[in-house]
Every structure is written in C-alpha cells, then in structure tokens.
C-alpha cells in the first residue's frame, strides 16, 4: 500500500470542503453576469491563499517532507491548469460564449475534471501499490506529452481552431435537435415541442471531453512528486477550484505566454525522468533518485524563466487574439478539440 497522510476523517473533511466550495461557486453564478477583474481578481487571490493555508498546515502538521510534497505538487498542477487555460480560451471563443455565461461553462468544466481525476487518482494509486513498474509507465506518458507539446508549440498547432467537425459535438446533434441560440445557464430546452439542447451544452461537452485527455498528464505528473494519493487529490482540488476566476485574470494576459509550451514540456520532461529514476531504484539500489526538495526547486526556477521570458519577449505588444464577429451563429462556431488542446 502507498503510505498516506490520508486519513477516513481527513478525506471525508477534505471532500466535504471541495463540495462546498463547488456549491458556494454555482450559487455565486446562478444569476449569468460578465465577471469584473475586481471580482475575478478577488476570488482568485482567496484560491490562491486558500492551498497556501493548507499547505502550511501540513508542513506544520505532517513535517517538512510532506509539506515540500504538496507545495511542488500543487505548484506543478497550477501551471498546468494555466495551460488548460489556453484550450478553454480557445472553446469559449469559438463556441461563441457569451460572456455572462463564460464562468458557468468553467465551472461545470471544473466539476467534470474534479469527478475525472478523482477516478483517475484512485486508480494510480490502485495500480502503483500493486506494480512497481507503472512507475515507468507514467514516467513514459510523461516523456511522450512533453515531446507532444513542444511539437506542438513549435508547429503552432494549438492556435486553429475549427469546431464544426467535433466528433462529441457531431453525435449530440445526431441525438438531438440544437436550438439556435444560447438560453442562459439553460442545458436543455425545446425545438417544435421536442426535447433539444442547447449551445450552451454543447460547450459543455467539448470541456468534458478536454478535462479527459488534461487527466492523462496531470494524475501522473503529481505521482511524480508524491506517492500519497490524498496529497494528489488535494494538489488538483485546489489547482481546479481556482480555475474560474483565474480564467478572468488572465484572460488578456494568456497570449504573452508565449514559451508556457516550452516549460511544461520541460517539467513534464523532467517528472518523466523522475518517475523512470525511481522504478529504477525499486530494481536496484545503485539507480539515484531526485529528491523532492531538488524537484521543487527545478519546477520553480523553469516556471520562472518560462515567465519572465516570455513577458520579457512580449513586452510592448499588444495580444491579439481573433474572435468570431458578433453574429456569428452557433453552427458555424463549434470546435474539433483535436484542432485545438495541446494533449490531445
């Protein structure tokens, strides 16, 4: 069995809190509205605060190792998710969102990839307790993503987006009829009298379908830094929670992250290696690990340059991200996702 800090009581307070906070969030948004930066900024500075809280509770309460654990994991989770950013970026504009209903499509983008990687988490833990050499199967997944994602980086493949071929989206439209225009928060409405759904739903679908292939990298990617299955789920709780208000923070500034593509592919790279190393050391001794203090320190100085770069870069450009033009309609706005994630 994995050793974990996860007690039955401390999961059970652990999921309680994401449920509530989950609730908190669609209560917050029941009434569709464009969210400020003054507000986004807000929300986005309690999730911050939030992890960093409990982060120093363990460290306090479970010692320096666990707590070095969590802070790299969570650090390697939350840039992650900035690079979900992009394709979510991406969908809202190409579905054509309105943007009262932007943060209603990420939230339920967010609950998808929580209940994902929740079964996702529960199944590595399963698998690693049972076979030492699924350590080197995650660390390949690693190896390979990060090779997908400087391809696709260098190839500017995650910049065209076409919808209209999504295989997701083809299928719904085959089981029902599409009304033509969004219905606020509404999923479900009716067309002739009949059942329908609505744009908004097929938005929806498209993120559900994202949050799949970003569980691939990202469950593996924190084993990578920590065999306790309860500190993995808890480094993507927190990473997730934030997402919605982050999206709205970083909006504008997304596009001048020009060489995010190149870091994450050199942390994944590098947790690859980390994981090789370690199954590794289960077949002989004489095989060096990296210590988790030395990941840390490696996840904070590529995320630094990759920042600093790219502002650097960037600096005195003005970002320019295509929009469809006001009327366009539904039909013409939906997304192939193959066209458009970094990991798919």
Do not use: C
Request: hydrophobic residues 55%; aromatic residues 12%.
């Amino acid at each position: 069995m994995l050793d974990t800090i996860g007690t039955p009581t401390l999961w059970a307070v652990t999921i309680g809190a994401v449920i509530a906070l989950l609730v908190m969030d669609f209560l917050l948004t029941r009434k569709p509205h464009e969210v400020s930066i003054r507000e986004a900024t807000g929300w986005s500075a309690f999730y911050i605060a939030l992890p960093l809280a409990f982060g120093a509770w363990i460290w306090n309460e479970y010692g320096t190792d666990r707590g070095v654990e969590y802070l790299t994991g969570y650090l390697v989770e939350k840039s992650l998710s900035v690079d979900n950013l992009f394709v979510f970026m991406l969908l809202l504009t190409a579905f054509v969102v309105p943007k009262e209903l932007q943060q209603r499509v990420l939230l339920y983008g967010i609950v998808g990839a929580l209940v994902l990687r929740g079964i996702f988490i529960a199944l590595g833990a399963a698998a690693l307790s049972a076979f030492d050499w699924v350590f080197l199967v995650f660390g390949l997944i690693l190896v390979a993503t990060a090779v997908k994602i400087l391809r696709d980086t260098l190839s500017g493949h995650d910049q065209e987006v076409d919808v209209d071929s999504m295989r997701s989206v083809q299928l719904a439209r085959r089981i029902f009829p599409v009304t033509p225009d969004y219905e606020g928060p509404k999923l479900f409405s009716k067309v002739d009298g009949k059942r329908a759904i609505t744009p908004l739903f097929l938005v929806v679908l498209a993120v559900f379908i994202t949050d799949i292939v970003f569980a691939v990298d990202s469950v593996p990617a924190v084993y990578g830094i920590t065999g306790d299955p309860y500190l993995v789920f808890a480094t993507n709780a927190f990473a997730l929670l934030g997402l919605r208000a982050l999206y709205f923070v970083l909006e504008a500034a997304l596009s001048k992250l020009i060489y995010l593509g190149y870091g994450l592919a050199a942390i994944l790279a590098f947790i690859g290696v980390k994981l090789a190393l370690h199954w590794g050391h289960t077949v002989s001794p004489d095989v060096p690990e990296i210590p988790t203090v030395a990941s840390l320190l490696v996840v904070l100085g590529i995320l630094t340059v990759t920042v600093v770069a790219s502002l650097v870069a960037t600096r005195g450009k003005v970002a320019d991200i295509e929009r469809p033009e006001p009327g366009t309609s539904d039909a013409e706005a939906y997304v192939d996702y193959d066209e458009v994630g970094h990991r798919d």
